[in-house]
């Protein structure tokens, strides 16, 4: 098997995709089960066929509706959670959830997002949280350049994480455009923001943490249950796609988890090599050309 990962961390995607009817969903909420896949479907959300047992995260696939998404006869769209995976044997499951999606003409457009989960619970401390927050300003950019352009700025549901710090550090004369989507303006407001973070309480970062629903790098899961969330991917139903993105978070996961001290990086907006180099010691050679040569 092609090795996209070694990290031995729990994650978990979410898929949002829609269907030109509500009713279009009927063929899935069927098969799965020949698949010898344990999908279990809300039964407040998709009453006519949902599940009777209750959910399991570590057994069961989910299949819920999603407000942010809608079908093309103006019913509420739809989200495929996965369970709590590990390791690259799990990824196998994956396959079978993008090929039934697939099969039965699921549709993805520009409402939808990939979403995915990395278990931090049990080994990251309150130095390492500030090394991902860290880690994700240095390199937000790079990874704008990986996602469509609906995914990188303007979007609700996926802010940039400078948002908080433009909020907290920058004088509102300096509008938000030239603070951070101007080269000169982020590498300030990063600098200022990791000076921020070092001297940051746990109050603070409580704070911080709290707020960042909704951004790109969503740490508001820490609280609940001990995963960080990447929101910013666009949606797609394509396995070699989402399966690459899952190895560079995890390298982004690692490399926050390993580092003794993280510099602010100086150079914004020239591409995603940055990232590559950065995460290298923890990113697979081939998950980085599956990236240059698209």
């Known amino acids: ?33 020949k698949l010898g896949l344990s999908l279990w479907i809300d039964p407040r959300e ?11 995260e570590v057994l069961d696939w989910k299949l819920t509706t999603d407000s942010s998404v809608t079908n093309d006869d103006c ?26 999606l697939n099969k039965f003409n699921a549709l993805i457009d520009d409402e939808c997002g990939l979403h995915v989960h990395i278990e931090i619970r049990n080994d990251f401390e309150a130095s390492q949280i500030k090394n991902i927050l860290k880690l994700q300003l240095n390199l937000e950019d790079s990874f704008d350049y990986l996602v469509h352009p609906e995914r990188r700025r303007g979007n609700i549901y996926c802010k940039s994480n400078l948002n908080q710090f433009y909020s907290e550090l920058i004088d509102l004369e300096t509008s938000q455009e030239t603070a ?13 923001s990791f000076q921020f973070l070092d001297e940051a309480e746990r109050q603070t970062m409580d704070k911080l943490i709290a707020a960042s629903m909704f951004h790109k790098l969503n740490l508001f899961p820490t609280l609940s249950c001990g995963t960080v969330e990447i929101r910013s991917h666009h949606g797609t139903l394509d396995y070699a796609e989402i399966v690459n993105w ?32 950065v995460l290298e010691a923890n990113l697979n050679f081939d998950v980085t050309q599956y990236y240059l040569n698209r």
């Open 180 to 192: 951070i989507w101007t080269d000169t303006g982020r590498a300030s407001l990063v600098s200022r």
């Open 246 to 277: 899952i190895a560079l978070q995890m390298a982004l996961v690692e490399t926050a988890h390993g580092a003794s001290q993280i510099d602010p990086e100086t150079l914004f907006f020239v591409g995603p090599q940055k990232a590559f180099t």
């Open 75 to 100: 019913s509420v769209g739809f989200e495929m959670s996965s369970r709590i995976l590990q390791g690259e044997s799990s990824l196998s499951e994956l396959a079978l959830i993008i090929e039934l």
């Open 46 to 56: 998709i009453p006519d066929w949902g599940t009777s047992r209750p959910y399991n």
């Open 1 to 33: 098997m092609f090795n996209y990962f070694t990290s031995k961390r729990q994650f978990g995607v979410e898929i949002e995709f829609f269907f030109p009817t509500w009713e279009a969903i009927e063929p899935i909420a069927i098969t799965s089960s």
